[in-house]
């Protein structure tokens, strides 16, 4: 039975990313364990067990209280500076991209490490200026005062870093750029567990299709026990479940729908087990406010398809900027068409099938990716154009007739709008050059495929 551990920590990391306190935490732990010790050493050199180096700083209780004092409020301040820049980039985001985009910019490391640098300068030097005079009348913590100074100089690059990279992140290219990458990885992660599931295992027991009859004849639902978006899908958990039990669960929802608390969210067969199901369910699926990247793809579509419709709205009217996005998204429909192979039928180790997922089609992708931006674009031979391009890179990456019946629909529908919408004869015959491409790539492939059917023993 395969074991899909690797998802889990994806979808935890992902969660505890998604927050501005843990890397900040984890620098003022690390600054509490670096006072620990340079305290330690200032304690030894005290007592003359050792000898500190010439460039270390030297001085009296109050010259050292007067330094830590001026390099605590200098941090402190730097450091709502700092959260400031931070709200208003937020808001930048916000307005510019998108409320969904928010997420992105809370996850950047960047911002992350900064706030956490500044905060544990200033966590470790009030602990350096309440170590002064500790211990004896002229007790001066002197290595401790000399590192404060070396955080401090830090600081000062920290800053110069971090309003750089405020101010190319919030570049557009950049942004979507980001996302993109976003999409890649989580591509690369679905086809690395979809391969670990693969394990090679004798399969007994009914077939998955029989099983599906017999769950929509005599199946029970199960209902869900929260309202949100199905975040996370613990497949080899619903497994285990489902072998203690001696059933068979069909999901109905992917990761990425909403699900409403007491509607069905699973079907189980036999239907005597279902109330055994129902209550270890819960423990197999995580439910949120928002969507993540951990196991949906069509989030990151989504994003770029949002940032592109604002662009083409008339109240925005960025043009480029859609043309950006299409670009991406071909991108990510390329790696999805030549990689990407849902596997929804999981099995126990003795080959017995016990989850039937619900997983996204490929014309799904294809559709949200295309439909949104076709129907705002319309009568805008520039995005038409774009389309039927990334259309045709998809083409090449194609390996069954499906997937070319599915993109050359969506090239259809983009030449019927801009027969509709769009006046100019000569604008209508550049998009109708790019449709053509697609067409002839299309039959192309088909003809690839249907030699190589014959060709095939």
């Avoid at 913590?141 to 971090?162: E, Q, R």
């Avoid at 958990?237 to 999901?251: G, M």
């Amino acid at each position: 039975m395969t074991r899909l551990l690797p998802h889990v920590s994806e979808w935890r990391r992902d969660r505890l990313r998604t927050t501005l306190w843990v890397v900040p935490t984890i620098e003022v732990l690390a600054a509490v364990a670096l006072f620990a010790l340079t305290f330690a050493i200032d304690r030894a050199a005290y007592h003359g067990d050792v000898t500190l180096p010439s460039w270390v700083n030297s001085g009296s209780p109050d010259a050292a209280r007067q330094i830590l004092t001026a390099t605590a409020a200098a941090v402190i301040t730097v450091v709502g500076l700092v959260f400031s820049i931070t709200i208003v980039a937020l808001t930048l985001a916000s307005t510019q991209f998108g409320p969904r985009m928010l997420r992105n910019f809370v996850r950047d490391r960047g911002t992350q490490a900064t706030l956490g640098t500044f905060v544990a300068t200033f966590v470790y030097s009030v602990l350096v200026l309440g170590s002064v005079s500790h211990g004896g009348i002229d007790f001066v913590p002197h290595l401790s005062i000399t590192v404060a100074l070396g955080l401090l100089l830090v600081d000062l690059g920290v800053l110069i870093y971090f309003i750089h990279h405020v101010a190319t992140s919030i570049q557009l290219p950049r942004v979507i750029a980001s996302i993109a990458r976003d999409l890649s990885r989580a591509i690369a992660s679905e086809v690395a567990h979809d391969d670990a599931r693969r394990d090679p295992v004798r399969e007994s027991g009914p077939p998955a299709d029989e099983l599906l009859a017999r769950l929509a004849d005599e199946g029970a639902l199960v209902p869900a026990p929260t309202s949100g978006y199905l975040q996370f899908v613990g497949y080899s958990t619903l497994v285990d479940i489902a072998t203690r039990s001696d059933s068979v669960i069909e999901l109905l929802y992917r990761p990425g729908h909403f699900v409403v608390e007491g509607l069905p969210l699973a079907r189980v067969w036999p239907h005597q087990t279902a109330a055994d199901v129902a209550r270890s369910l819960e423990r197999a699926h995580a439910t949120g406010a928002h969507r993540t990247l951990a196991q949906d793809l069509a989030f990151a579509i989504d994003q770029l398809v949002e940032i592109a419709i604002r662009a083409l709205s008339p109240a925005v009217n960025d043009t480029f900027t859609a043309l950006t996005c299409i670009d991406w998204l071909g991108d990510g429909l390329c790696k999805i068409t030549a990689q990407w192979s849902p596997h929804r039928v999981h099995r126990d180790r003795h080959g017995n099938v016990r989850v039937i997922a619900a997983e996204p089609l490929y014309d799904r992708f294809v559709d949200r990716a295309f439909d949104k931006i076709r129907q705002a674009g319309r009568g805008m031979p520039a995005v038409m154009i774009r389309q039927l391009d990334s259309i045709a890179k998809i083409e090449v990456y194609t390996s069954t007739d499906a997937q070319r019946v599915v993109l050359l629909h969506q090239a259809e529908m983009i030449w019927r709008s801009a027969c509709d919408s769009v006046a100019e004869p000569d604008d209508r015959d550049d998009v109708r050059r790019s449709y053509d491409a697609v067409v002839a790539l299309s039959a192309q492939g088909n003809v690839a495929a249907s030699a190589q059917r014959r060709s095939s023993p």
